[in-house]
């Protein structure tokens, strides 16, 4: 690249991260700003005075402890689910040898495609027979064994050389003892792939738990944070659900920070979140 | 024994000839769906029932009192299908999807593209900095993006007091039919450039090197290798980009949803909103025939789009 191109092109690549990161700002520039301080100037780009007000009513008077309960609850079960169902599936897919293995295949890339307005309707109608309406598990086991998950163990089970489980087959391992023994703790990075997907599709869910929930105890977070946003549209309390987005999305963020690697490649990998 | 050794005689039992070998093809085969059973559980009660169920649902008047009596309502056949197509709104919802798509697809490629060209060019300070700036929007949570979207675009909010410092009247974005619908997309775009972005930049990694300098050599300058090296190589990439940022959207509901509930007026209600709409009324079949509708945009537009890149490959 030419001297003279170089500059401009690390400032206009400067220029669109800015307005790429211009919403982060505006909400925590807005969650630090109190109600009265929004009402008189909404349009602040910075607060006046900062305060940590919005944070503490979201935890004392909105139930936000009770919402991160839950989503921690949730995701726990999805992030387990995944790692030990997924993970077996994709292994069996990559390394046995079975009749109706291509049949199996076949579900999870369709399960990958079929889209969720085409089915929540009803997955909810079976999750109201199955007594799991307004329950955690209820809201969790629909990802507790994501396609994408399958999908990304089996990719990865497919380059771990099949001489390694033989050789344990010779000496009279088990198979279950081969999967757990010796190939999952080769698997790191896919499990590390999983566990983070797992947890980001879990946490950032909206409408799933959004049909299931129907009473605060409960809301995951997304679903807390809307309610309380219809709750308080009349008096555009914008301060107190900005401190709640913040909440909603620090976690992920700063895994995100941590990790990125992981992300990147389970959105690149498939394409999917 | 050899562990190849051992392996083939692995394959040469995969056609089990004696009495034997089909016992251990057998067993094998039983192991491998203890393996795949929690997987295929989860798979069957939450996927593969519920698309048969919502296919025949969508053929009955099944409304939300009928839920503990599943077997009493009546079949009707295709009718929600022609209801649909003869409810304005649902048209007009169809017509909202489609505008989302051909924006939002094409926007959202050409910011992904444009910014991976742009860090493949051979900068190297920044590079992580700004990869992991564009794409974290990607694991934002939409309720709280949302949230900050509407604060920002209040009539009084940061948006038009950044135009009234450059002496533009701010619009109340929002709450106008003309205006709410770039809003929600700009969320959209804002949401998943980052993926188009990651996929882009994996594709420009794998042309390889040489090509470019030979290309230099013969005298291409930079816009002719981008027209005549870079974009038929990022074929595959581009195809597959658009299949996914289409299925994407055509299924979008969370941003208008959050953000306008689908107003003003309608005018940004999607097919997704509408099927959520009637599933709130209790109008289960309705619901589940809209839902069918984008089921078969989302299966054609994935068929089509694979067949041209075979057909190219």
């Known amino acids: 690249m030419s001297r003279t191109a170089r500059p401009v092109m690390y400032a206009a690549l400067v ?17 630090l700003r109190s109600l009265d301080e929004i009402r008189s100037d909404p349009g602040a780009l910075l607060p006046h005075h900062l305060t940590l007000g919005n944070f503490t009513r979201l935890f004392e008077t909105q139930g936000f402890g009770r919402f991160v309960v839950n989503s921690v609850v949730v995701a726990l079960i999805v992030v387990a689910g995944n790692i030990l169902a997924a993970s077996a599936a994709g292994y069996a897919l990559a390394k046995l040898d079975f009749a109706g293995r291509r049949l199996a295949f076949g579900a999870v890339m369709a399960a990958m495609m079929v889209p969720f307005t085409a089915v929540f309707v009803t997955q909810f109608v079976i999750t109201v027979d199955l007594g799991l309406a307004d329950t955690l598990a209820g809201i969790a086991l629909p990802g507790a064994a994501l396609p994408l998950s399958v999908f990304i163990m089996r990719q ?10 033989e050789a344990a087959r010779i000496d009279g391992a088990g198979e279950f003892r081969i999967f757990f023994g010796i190939f999952l703790p080769l698997a790191g990075p896919a499990v590390a792939t999983i566990t983070i997907m797992s947890f980001l599709n879990s946490w950032n869910n909206f409408i799933w738990p959004l049909v299931v929930a129907q009473s605060m105890a409960t809301y995951t977070l997304p679903v807390g944070l809307a309610a309380t946003s219809q709750a308080a549209a009349h008096v555009t309390d914008y ?28 959105v690149a990998g498939t394409g999917l979140r | 024994m050899t562990a190849s050794a051992v392996s083939a005689a692995g394959k040469a039992t995969a056609v089990p000839k004696t009495a034997a070998g089909r016992a251990s093809r057998a067993r094998r085969t039983a192991v491998a769906w203890l393996f795949l059973a929690p997987f295929a559980l989860v798979f069957l009660v939450y996927t593969a029932i519920p698309t048969v169920a919502a296919l025949a649902l969508s053929l009955t008047d099944i409304r939300g009192a009928d839920l503990r009596t599943p077997f009493a309502v009546d079949f009707t056949g295709v009718e929600n299908y022609l209801r649909l197509f003869q409810d304005e709104t649902f048209v007009r919802d169809i017509l909202n999807t489609a505008l989302f798509v051909a924006v939002g697809v094409p926007l959202t490629m050409g910011i992904g593209f444009t910014l991976a060209l742009a860090l493949n060019s051979g900068i190297s300070r920044l590079r992580g900095v700004l990869r992991t700036v564009f794409f974290a929007p990607v694991v934002t949570n939409v309720v709280a993006v949302a949230l900050i979207w509407q604060y920002a675009f209040h009539v009084d909010g940061t948006v038009n007091k950044l135009l009234g410092a450059v002496g533009f009247a701010g619009p109340n974005w929002l709450d106008d039919p003309n205006l709410a619908m770039p809003v929600v997309i700009l969320l959209g775009v804002w949401r998943n450039f980052g993926i188009a972005m990651v996929l882009f930049l994996a594709g420009l990694q794998a042309v390889p090197r040489d090509v470019y300098e030979a290309a230099a050599l013969d005298g291409a300058g930079r816009w002719r290798q981008l027209r005549y090296i870079t974009l038929p190589l990022l074929l595959p990439t581009t195809l597959m980009v658009s299949v996914l940022l289409t299925v994407f959207y055509l299924q979008v509901f969370d941003e208008p949803y959050l953000l306008t509930g689908g107003g003003p007026l309608g005018s940004t209600e999607s097919v997704a909103l509408y099927t959520y709409r009637q599933f709130g009324a209790g109008e289960f079949g309705m ?6 509708v984008t089921l078969a945009l989302v299966t054609v537009v994935s068929v089509v789009q694979f067949r041209m890149l075979r057909s190219r490959t």
């Open chain 1, 156 to 165: 990865y089970a497919l380059s771990v050389p099949d001489e390694l489980l």
């Open chain 1, 239 to 266: 301060g107190l659900l900005l401190a709640g987005a913040i909440v909603v999305m620090l976690p992920v963020l700063v895994l995100f920070l941590f990790l990125q690697r992981y992300f990147v490649q389970g």
């Open chain 2, 287 to 292: 619901s589940s025939a809209a839902s069918f």
């Open chain 1, 15 to 31: 220029l669109c991260a800015l307005l790429t990161m211009l919403p982060f700002a505006w909400g925590v520039s807005g969650s």
